[in-house]
């Protein structure tokens, strides 16, 4: 009798497995490409990137630059 | 010991038996409708969010499809229709269809909250517990009138696809939702009228069965009649135009006519032509609800082209 290597029930898993990974990438997928898109939307990035966790006096204008 | 034997106590599902749960045909209208929902809308989504949004109300309509599957299992063992479905069958474990069924939703309604707006994410999460709860649980197994009522649940997309665009509900929406949820009577007893269905083996109240067939032609003209001013009303709101009507004109005389040919039948005719008048009504109600929505879609393509509208 032949010995059957791989069971059916090893294939049907490996099947749930890919599946499994590739719905994982595709949720990475959606939820970077939703916040490319919403940060693009927000407009121009400099209105906001001094806020982000510390300030960064390089992007402040000069105090009295324009006056 | 030599034993190299898989047990096989308990099948373990595949991908395949999993998607199967999400109820994909249903899928498909679900998504057609719900994107003219969107695409009609007079404020532009960006694309990759109306993707996102539409795949949320697909997976969100899989999941009250898993949901009802899961609620309803004892009655689809008993259903030639339903019987090799994935739970009845076998291939699919009760608690894993509740599971995935709960899973899914949250996803959708999260994601759909966070890339679009809570309105949106509030009538998924509606629909989804009017087809699980209302539905499934209460209506379908309490009484005849059963799809009358669920069949809001099928009529919620369109307005979900135009509040992720809008962030609001309009006349439009709420007659894009009202044309479904009026055809879906018709459309449904008419199937119930040529199909020989085991409902009644299965406990579950159909109005053929509960009323008779000549209620159930009663009913279905008169649905019908109620229907043709929603759908032909619908042409002259900001969405609706000269295609739009002369297509809801022609299309809801067809199915009028439909209806009306169905009234004057009785079983002795349908015996002798095997239900064929029917089967024709069941196929146009499809074309009827493609059409609109199609025609609405190529509304808003005319309108882009400055043509469109009235």
Known sequence: ?67 | MSDLSVSEATYEASMGDYFALLKPRVMSLVVFTALVGLLVAPVPVHPFIGFVAILCVAVGAGASGALNMWWDADIDAKMKRTVGRPIPSGRVQPGEALGIGLALSGFAIVLLALAANFLAAFLLAFTILFYAVIYSMWLKRATPQNIVIGGAAGAFPPMIGWAVATGGVSVESVLMFALIFMWTPPHFWALALFVKSDYGDAGIPMLTETHGRDTTRNYILVYTLLLVPVAVGLGFTSIGGLFYTTVAVLMNAWFLKGAYDIWRRTDVDCDADKHRVEIKVFKISLYYLFAHFGALLVEAVLRLYGIGGW
Request: aromatic letters at 6%; charged letters at 20%; a positive charge.
């Open chain 1, 1 to 67: 009798m032949a010995l059957h290597v791989e069971h059916e029930l090893h294939t049907r898993r490996k099947g749930r497995n890919i599946g499994v990974g590739l719905l994982l990438i595709g949720f990475i997928a959606i939820v970077f490409g939703l916040t490319v898109v919403k940060v693009l939307q927000l407009g121009d990035a400099n209105k906001f990137e001094k806020f982000d966790h510390v300030a960064r006096p390089q992007i402040v204008p000069e105090a009295g630059a324009g006056e």
